[in-house]
């Protein structure tokens, strides 16, 4: 009796060690490429802050892939930064405009930090250029000069690429203040898994 009950008891252990390791093996090998990331709302636009969003919000792509942002209506430049692995929307949104925000307040300084406390952004003020330009740790900047050219009803805006050689969290911030501070305009890449053959 006491050999069955090891026996059951080795076998429930082994499947639960097993399965949060399958579990993430899973989420790597599932991970695509390639991913596409809408940069403002695609067309029709609702207008207003409406536009001003990164759709999804959260992708996964495998390491050494890439993720190609479709530029959506005007006003949009792209950065992208690391933040640590549990690092969330919410502990950045909350370094962010809370309420009554508008033109005022997109010129005044936000420090964003991570999940830990670390420093990701650090807007400084405006003016002198409407733009979130800080190049501390940044992995990617378009836009700086002048913005984006975004998609209408009638004509494809720009798109960017970037490839993503490092594991790990990344968002993907407009560099307008006001979509920025504002109107919380960032999404997350998840970058997954070894190398792609």
Avoid: W
Avoid at 18 to 29: G, K, N, S
Avoid at 83 to 111: F, H, M, P, S
Avoid at 180 to 189: A, L
């Amino acid at each position: 009796m006491s050999n069955r009950r090891s026996r059951i008891v080795g076998l429930m252990f082994a499947v639960t060690v097993t399965f949060p390791m399958a579990v993430a093996t899973d989420t790597a090998d599932a991970a695509p490429a390639d991913v596409i990331v809408q940069f403002g709302h695609p067309q029709p636009q609702p207008g207003g802050a409406a536009n001003n969003v990164v759709t999804p919000e959260e992708v996964f792509v495998h390491k050494g892939g890439t993720v190609t942002f479709l530029v959506n209506g005007g006003g949009h430049g792209i950065a992208i930064y690391p933040v640590r692995k549990k690092t969330g929307q919410e502990d950045i949104a909350e370094d962010l405009c809370q309420a009554g925000c508008d033109a005022t307040t997109a010129n005044t300084q936000y420090v964003v930090t991570d999940r830990k406390g670390d420093v990701i952004i650090d807007t400084g003020t405006n003016p002198p250029s409407n733009r979130v330009n800080d190049p501390l740790d940044r992995l990617l900047s378009a836009g700086d000069g002048a913005f984006l050219v975004g998609s209408t009803p009638t004509t494809e805006g720009t798109q960017i690429q970037y490839r993503f050689q490092k594991k790990g969290r990344f968002p993907a911030i407009c560099t307008n203040r006001n979509h920025f501070i504002n109107d919380k305009m960032f999404g997350f890449i998840n970058v997954v898994g070894g190398d792609l053959d």
